[in-house]
């Protein structure tokens, strides 16, 4: 049993030592690949990709292309907004037409008002006329030229 036991452990040194390595390496290290960092100038969903990992790849190189929908509508909408503030703006005749109204109306009350502060003057004066009606056609007068 010993006998048989020191040749089965001999056989088998025999057979590690005689077999051949095909693996072996001349030498061992690590290999530091050089990370880039790639960011787009705008945001988007990309539809197409034109590289693969660890492919080399030269200056403006088209490695994506982008959805260009979302960029098409909000140039469409700048330009919208864009006519329809110039149609607000462009033709502002009507207002000033209306402000000039509104100018003669106030001119022509405080011509008005004058005359009547003219004539309850006289008034006053003659004792007509309270005191009191005259300073309500002074206070109008100051509203009507305050506007």
């Given at each position: 049993m010993k006998n048989s036991l020191v040749i089965i452990v001999f056989g088998l040194l025999f057979l590690t030592a005689c077999n051949k390595k095909e693996n072996q390496f001349d030498a061992t290290g690590i290999f530091e690949s050089t990370e880039v960092l790639v960011a787009s100038e705008v945001g988007g969903r990309i539809v197409k990709w034109e590289i693969e990992e660890g492919q080399k790849i030269e200056k403006n190189f088209l490695a994506a292309v982008l959805d260009t929908v979302p960029f098409q509508l909000q140039i469409e909408q700048i330009k919208a907004?864009?006519?329809?503030?110039?149609?607000?703006?462009?033709?502002?005749?009507?207002?000033?037409?209306?402000?000039?109204d509104q100018i003669?109306?106030?001119?022509?009350?405080?011509?008005?008002?004058?005359?009547?502060?003219?004539?309850?003057?006289?008034?006053?004066?003659?004792?007509?006329?309270?005191?009191?009606q005259l300073d309500d056609i002074i206070a109008q007068i100051d509203v009507v030229s305050k506007q």
């Open positions: 907004s864009k006519k329809a503030l110039f149609r607000k703006t462009a033709d502002v005749k009507p207002q000033v037409r209306v402000i000039k003669e109306v106030q001119n022509s009350q405080l011509r008005t008002l004058l005359k009547e502060k003219s004539r309850f003057e006289k008034l006053v004066n003659a004792d007509a006329a309270t005191k009191k």
